[in-house]
């Protein structure tokens, strides 16, 4: 998974935390960075470590289930102030301090004007430099300093536009990070939920997804002051970034955006000291968000965040089917007693988010709320052979298609939403209000 963190340096980072600790806004929210990144190295880890304690039978139904973590997590870093002002960084207007690795198609490395990494050092190697440059500009990270009685809000000192630019500059890498693989975006032909899905040629569709999420750290201060004081509303730019006409959003359906709120006073709750427009934001994109006022709460707050990046897995394994008639399979029931047994497994790098909204109007004849929520693939009972000597979990064979039929007289493809809508219905007679009729298929074709 790819990790985007956006840490807010603004002025106003470097008041004083809530509590005697002496901590700083902005050292509250470096600790909170570096906890969180230890969490999730140690958690994929441990992942490993389970995977590979298991029978091939089992560690293959994982697999099957988009469960393989092979490639290791990627950490980005973003400041909302200019960090380094005297020297050439690679990117977004000085505000980039970590980008992707060596080991990475579009190599974004964080110190590539400095020092470079060699092509010839071995992979692992590359990765534990990457992590201490990470670690290096996180500690040195600093917040901008402002006197407003003897000049007006500096351009490279953060505030809102400072987050409208590294916010941005994060969704915009990841963009550009998507464009190594067709496979990812799959344009014309449905889109593809799972890792694990196979392909026409019989292989798993291994990039089928780019699972990342963008970790916004901030008091949320300059959303709340005025122009003069480097205030100013939430805008996020396209910019430069790639199949920008492709999409209507600048994000996409297995990216999610958590924003992390420091220094609010006692007695507020976390909804009314965030900003509406990141609240709203983080829902959009099916993240969430916490607030946290001293570091004796950050282990409460990461293990909540955790949670929400890799959810845990079901406690049975494989679901029961409810539609299904059939006399249990006794190695279904062989499987589910295996994979249930695993003790602390979660889906290690999150899944796709959709949109549901039911056909049906609400009492009062207005359309049904549209409901969000991530798609975690797992294997039914009917999903098992008998035959087989060893219970494996199938992968999957379904696809989402496009809210367009691909006709021929298109001259290019419609703009899709970042999240597919999915409409359901309690009555399968109305499913053919919403859905392809044989007749139309017949006149596009």
């Not at 609010?264 to 006022?293: D, F, K, N």
Request: hydrophobic share 35%; charged share 15%; proline share 9%.
């Amino acid at each position: 998974m790819i990790v985007v963190f956006v840490v807010d340096t603004s002025p106003s980072m470097g008041r004083p935390a809530m509590g005697d600790s002496g901590l700083s806004r902005l050292d509250l929210a470096k600790q909170a960075v570096e906890d969180l990144c230890r969490q999730l190295r140690k958690r994929q880890i441990e992942h490993h470590r389970v995977l590979q304690e298991q029978s091939q039978a089992v560690q293959r139904s994982l697999i099957n289930l988009g469960l393989d973590c092979t490639t290791p997590h990627s950490f980005l870093l973003l400041s909302t102030s200019r960090q380094h002002p005297d020297t050439a960084t690679c990117a977004a207007g000085g505000r980039l301090l970590v980008g992707f690795s060596e080991g990475a198609p579009e190599r974004l490395s964080a110190t590539e004007s400095s020092s470079s990494i060699s092509a010839d050092i071995p992979p692992l190697m590359q990765l534990q430099t990457h992590m201490e440059t990470f670690q290096r500009e996180l500690k040195g990270l600093q917040a901008a300093k402002w006197d407003p009685s003897h000049s007006p809000f500096p351009d490279g000192a953060g505030g809102a536009s400072g987050l409208n630019s590294a916010l941005s500059s994060g969704l915009q890498l990841l963009s550009r990070y998507r464009l190594q693989n067709r496979q990812t975006e799959n344009f014309g032909m449905g889109r593809l939920p799972s890792t694990s899905l196979v392909m026409p040629n019989g292989a798993p569709a291994t990039a089928a997804l780019q699972p990342a999420c963008l970790v916004l750290v901030t008091d949320g201060a300059c959303l709340r002051q005025p122009p003069k004081l480097g205030g100013g509303s939430l805008q996020l730019q396209y910019g430069s970034q790639p199949l920008r006409e492709f999409y209507t959003e600048p994000f996409r359906w297995d990216q999610r955006i958590f924003c992390l709120g420091v220094g609010s006073r006692p007695g507020i709750t976390g909804s009314q000291y965030l900003h509406p427009q990141l609240r709203a934001l983080c829902e959009v994109t099916g993240g969430a968000h916490w607030m946290v006022r001293t570091s004796t709460a950050l282990q409460a707050v990461t293990e909540s965040i955790l949670r929400r990046i890799s959810p845990p897995l079901p406690r049975e394994l494989p679901l029961p089917d409810p539609l299904s008639s059939q006399e249990t399979n006794t190695h279904a029931t062989q499987a589910a007693s295996v994979l249930g047994a695993l003790p602390g497994a979660s889906y290690v790098n999150g899944g796709p988010v959709c949109c549901f909204q039911g056909i049906e109007s609400d009492e009062l004849g207005r359309p049904s709320p549209k409901l969000r929520a991530m798609l975690m693939y797992v294997s039914t009972m009917a999903t098992i052979g008998a035959e087989a000597e060893a219970p494996i979990l199938s992968p999957p064979l379904w696809c989402i298609p496009e809210s367009f039929f691909p006709s021929k007289k298109l001259d290019s493809l419609p703009p899709r939403p970042a999240q597919p809508l999915l409409y359901f219905s309690k009555y399968p007679s109305n499913l053919g209000l919403k859905s392809f009729e044989p007749l139309h298929v017949i006149k596009m074709l």
